[in-house]
Structure formats: structure tokens, C-alpha cells
């Protein structure tokens, strides 16, 4: 009963490398997304796929793009990573684009 | 577009007394609301949810929370708070006005501290 699952966990990069951050989950979701937590932020959302074949721009695209492979897995790259981007990623998924987030237990991402 | 203001970074109670969690959301049209709960090195629990039902809704966990419409409010409560409940808590809002992003907005979190 694995949910959502993220990989990697930790992650340091060095300003300037490329990385994609990877999400499944197994709950045959149509709704995916991605967010990142900043301390005394909340959550802010980074993009989001209502379905297979489609995703759209959140609260924070910059510097992120996005890709739905199939319906259990919606992936996050960062192009050129700069230490702004240096957070705690979450990835969720729902059942409807109304309904309750599922999340997985998040990427530590450092960037120097 | 809809916002959450939770208030207070930071709550402290001691174990066995009220937990109170403040939040407040603005919203154009009837929101949905939720409260999530994120304990050390975790993702996000959800542990209750308001979709126009009954306005007292029981989460797991022994909390509850009431909506509000006239106060604007979605404030979290438990009656005796247990060392076990100190984490981070998060409300949260839905768009049903079929504009705007999917997902939810959250708002910034409030720490629970439970003393001994």
C-alpha cells in the first residue's frame, strides 16, 4: 500500500545542474501536482496535471517544468537549479480536482 | 482567488489541556476546507475535511473542527491535547468556482507545542 512515492529523498546539487525529482503513485489518481514548503511559507503550488496528457502552471513555475509520463507518474526537472530552489518538494495526488491531497513524504532538495 | 490565514506560527498547550487552532479563509464563492497535520520529516496527513455537509466535522485523531461562514472561520480543536499531537498543522482551501488552479491553497502552518 504505497501511495504516493518519491525518489530522491536528499538531493544536493551545485547552482547551475540539472536534476528531475520523480513521483507514482498507485491510487489510479487522475489529479497530480507538486509543491514545495519553505519554513514560514506553507505549501506553494509549483504545477499540476488534471489528467494524463495535461499540465498547467501553479502559484510558482519558475525555473521548473513538468512532465505526466502516464497516469501514475508526473515528474519535476529543475533545467539550471539555483539556490532558491533549495526546499522541500512534495509531490500529491488526487482523486478528482476537488478532492483530498495525497502526498508523498517529500525531496530534500540543497542547492549550492 | 482564495486565501487561508492560520494565526499563530507558533501554539503552546499543555498535555491534557484545549488544543485551538485558529483559521481563517477568504473564498467567492462556498469553499471546501481542510486541516492536514505534518509530523517530523513527513509529507502531509489529512485529518478532516468540510464539503457543505454538516458544519462540525470529526477528524481522526479525536480533532474536530466547525465552519463558520459568518465568522469566515474553519478553526481546529481538540479537547485534551497528547504529547503525540505536537506537529505541524496546516488549513487548507478549495476553489469551486471552476476557475482558477486545481490543488489547494494552504495557509502557513501552525507548530504545536505540547508541554509536559
Known amino acids: 500500500n504505497a501511495g504516493v512515492t518519491q525518489t530522491p529523498k536528499f538531493q544536493v546539487l551545485k547552482t547551475g545542474q540539472s536534476m528531475t525529482l520523480q513521483c507514482a503513485q498507485d491510487?489510479?489518481?487522475?489529479?497530480m501536482y507538486w509543491y514545495r514548503q519553505d519554513p514560514g511559507m506553507g505549501l506553494r503550488l509549483i504545477y499540476y496535471s488534471a489528467s494524463e496528457g495535461t499540465t498547467d502552471k501553479g502559484e510558482v513555475p519558475n525555473g521548473y517544468n513538468v512532465s505526466r509520463l502516464n497516469k501514475r507518474e508526473f515528474s519535476l526537472r529543475l533545467e539550471s537549479a539555483a539556490p532558491s530552489q533549495t526546499s522541500v518538494y512534495f509531490c500529491?495526488?488526487?482523486?478528482?480536482?476537488?478532492?483530498?491531497?495525497?502526498f508523498g513524504n517529500g525531496t530534500r532538495l540543497t542547492v549550492t | 482567488a482564495q486565501s487561508v490565514t492560520q494565526l499563530g506560527s507558533h501554539v503552546s498547550v499543555s498535555e491534557g489541556a484545549l488544543v485551538l487552532l485558529r483559521c481563517n479563509y477568504s473564498?467567492?464563492?462556498?469553499?471546501?476546507l481542510f486541516w492536514y497535520v505534518q509530523y517530523p520529516n513527513q509529507g502531509l496527513q489529512l485529518l478532516l475535511k468540510?464539503?457543505?455537509?454538516?458544519?462540525l466535522v470529526k477528524g481522526i485523531n479525536g480533532f474536530e473542527a466547525e465552519f463558520k461562514k459568518s465568522e469566515t472561520s474553519f478553526h481546529l480543536t481538540k479537547p485534551s491535547a497528547h504529547m503525540s499531537d505536537a506537529a505541524e498543522y496546516f488549513c487548507?482551501?478549495?476553489?469551486?468556482?471552476?476557475?482558477?488552479?486545481?490543488?489547494?491553497?494552504f495557509g502557513k502552518g501552525t507548530h504545536l507545542i505540547i508541554q509536559p
Open positions: 491510487m489510479n489518481h487522475n489529479s
Open positions: 468540510y464539503t457543505s455537509a454538516a458544519t
Open positions: 500529491a495526488s488526487s482523486e478528482s480536482r476537488k478532492s483530498p491531497l495525497h
Open positions: 473564498s467567492s464563492v462556498p469553499p471546501y
Open positions: 487548507a482551501v478549495s476553489d469551486q468556482s471552476g476557475g482558477g488552479a486545481d490543488g489547494l491553497t
